[in-house]
Nanobody, 120 residues
Framework: QARLVESGGGLVQAGGSLRLSCEAS????????MGWFRQGPGNERNFVAA???????RMSESVKGRFTISRDNDRRTMYLQMSNLTSDDTATYYC??????????????WGNGTHVIVSS
């Protein structure tokens, strides 16, 4: 069964860093774009970053310069390195996979999410 499993969330102080990981259960995902969305309390699920199979990336304006997305197809794992975190980054982060450029409406697979809490 194809699934995505996130890890790496937690509590971090403002200005700190955190790395999220998303491991895919099968190599099926290596052919698709993978990415991250996040949903804060009372908010919609919004796009954060995406990376396609060849490594091209796109980032939301709110995280450019602070977050980096990467993937290791051999390990079937995608990463989100987050730096200079602020309280606005507090959210549940969801791993996603689907066709590029991975807008929310075309996501084929979702992970269950990992929580990130940034304390000020």
């Amino acid at each position: 069964q194809a699934r995505l499993v996130e890890s790496g969330g937690g509590l971090v102080q403002a200005g700190g860093s955190l790395r999220l990981s998303c491991e895919a259960s099968t190599r099926t995902f290596t052919s698709y774009a993978m990415g991250w969305f996040r949903q804060g309390p009372g908010n919609e699920r919004n796009f954060v970053a995406a990376i396609n199979w060849s490594g091209a990336t796109r980032m939301s304006e709110s995280v450019k310069g602070r977050f980096t997305i990467s993937r290791d197809n051999d390990r079937r794992t995608m990463y989100l390195q987050m730096s200079n975190l602020t309280s606005d980054d507090t959210a549940t982060y969801y791993c996603a996979a689907g066709p590029w450029p991975l807008s929310r409406i075309v996501v084929n697979w979702w992970g269950n999410g990992t929580h990130v809490i940034v304390s000020s």
